[in-house]
């Protein structure tokens, strides 16, 4: 025989039999505010969207899934959870707090606020955008956990942002040289015998190198920072799958 639960507001009744069910749902009242579900399913239904059935002289009939309206289906939950303190707690409070959120800003300026509010609350989900720059770039390479899920990448890339460094100011030196020795050949050369010339020679040739291991510096940096937005993502979708 068939068990059957009802849910009156926050009371779940039962388990009852096929008649004490029928008994109570004769009320309209009841009815109008009872949700149903057998003992096999875990899917409320609401009492008055059952299907009238002609009421037997006998004993009458078990009711079945198909006396209920399925399209009418409403998730609820197990009763386990409504009956615990929690689950009251969050229909007296939780409502509450829920009522009073705000719809997402549609301005530009109000998606600003929301999200220097978000960054507020969340300082671990920062992008790294505020990394950037010519002086700070490269030098955090991971935050959070990332030192100790990827060491070996990390040492690899603080090694790699030290050379770099290197190598940039080495270049620059290397510029500075070049322009002094261009100038010299220019005042020894005999066919260059204007001195604004070889000033001119000079300073093309050092803008080239500081041009070129600026480039070479940067696309370095954008290498490195490529490889850490590629760990950012793996890390907040492990922090949001742990949530």
Partial sequence: MSKWYV????NIHGPLTNEALRELLERDDVRQMAYVRNETSRKWIPARKMRSKAKAAVTPPPLQL????LSDLEDAP???VVNSDSYEDFQHNGADEFSDLETLPKSKKGRMR????????YPDMQSS?????????GLRIFWGGGDDRYPNLNRF????????????CIYILAGIGAFV??????????FLSEKLIAFVLGVIGFAFYVIVGRLT???TMALMEFLKVIIDIESNTRQLAEA
């Fill in 157 to 168: 890339l603080t090694f790699l942002k030290s050379l770099a460094q290197i190598l940039f």
């Fill in 217 to 219: 510096y940067v696309i």
């Fill in 66 to 69: 198909s006396d209920l309206n």
């Fill in 181 to 190: 020795f261009s100038v010299i050949l220019a005042y020894e050369a005999t």
């Fill in 114 to 121: 929301n999200n220097r509010v978000h960054r507020e609350a």
């Fill in 7 to 10: 849910r009156i507001e926050d």
């Fill in 78 to 80: 197990p009763q386990d």
């Fill in 129 to 137: 955008s505020k990394l950037t720059g010519f002086k700070n770039s």
